[in-house]
């Protein structure tokens, strides 16, 4: 008996390898398939420039976001999607939060959670702003009234966001610093 059980340790030593194996390519496979397949640089390259649609007439969603934001990413295939419906009548504008060229338009709608979403009419003033993930359904329906000029429905919603902190200290002008001062130590 003891000449068969260095054959058995091998076998179950081989057994458990291969299912490492198995294990293994199941789980990378599994992954792959839950991934969007939609990019969130790549929609933002071909999303209207913010200074093109605050001039061209039409109305505007405007989406402030970052590519590590779990919330952009699971929207990201919804927005590419009305965006091929409803990208001839409105704008859709892309503003990364980790560029600081869009320090000004973070502080002025008062960024604190992404994605985060404004709505602006064909002269672009905001009429409206939606925080955190949103329904297609709310969005789409936002849309078609923006489209229309008629009154968005759902004006004020707010679902999951992702917390943003802007590498910028707030000043006592700063909207985020909510009327506090900044005290700065010697």
Request: charged share 15%; net charge negative.
């Amino acid at each position: 008996m003891e000449s068969s059980t260095p054959i058995a340790a091998r076998v179950r030593n081989f057994l458990i390898v291969i299912s490492a194996i198995v294990l293994t390519v199941a789980m990378v496979l599994g992954l792959r398939t839950q991934t969007t397949g939609v990019s969130l640089n790549e929609m933002s390259a071909a999303a209207t420039p913010l200074e093109v649609a605050l001039a061209n007439g039409k109305p505007t969603l405007m989406e402030f976001y970052a590519n590590w934001c779990t919330s952009c990413q699971a929207m990201a295939p919804e927005l590419k999607s009305l965006k091929d419906s409803y990208g001839d009548r409105v704008n859709f504008v892309m503003l990364n939060v980790d560029n600081d060229k869009w320090l000004p338009e973070i502080l002025h709608y008062r960024v604190d959670g992404i994605p985060h979403f404004v709505y602006m009419d064909q002269t672009g003033n905001a009429i409206a702003q939606a925080i955190g993930e949103q329904p297609r359904s709310i969005v789409e329906e936002n849309l078609i009234a923006l489209s229309t000029g008629t009154e968005l429905p759902h004006a004020q919603s707010i679902g999951q966001t992702s917390a943003f902190s802007s590498s910028v200290s707030p000043t006592p002008s700063d909207p985020r610093g909510h009327g506090a001062q900044v005290v700065e130590k010697s």
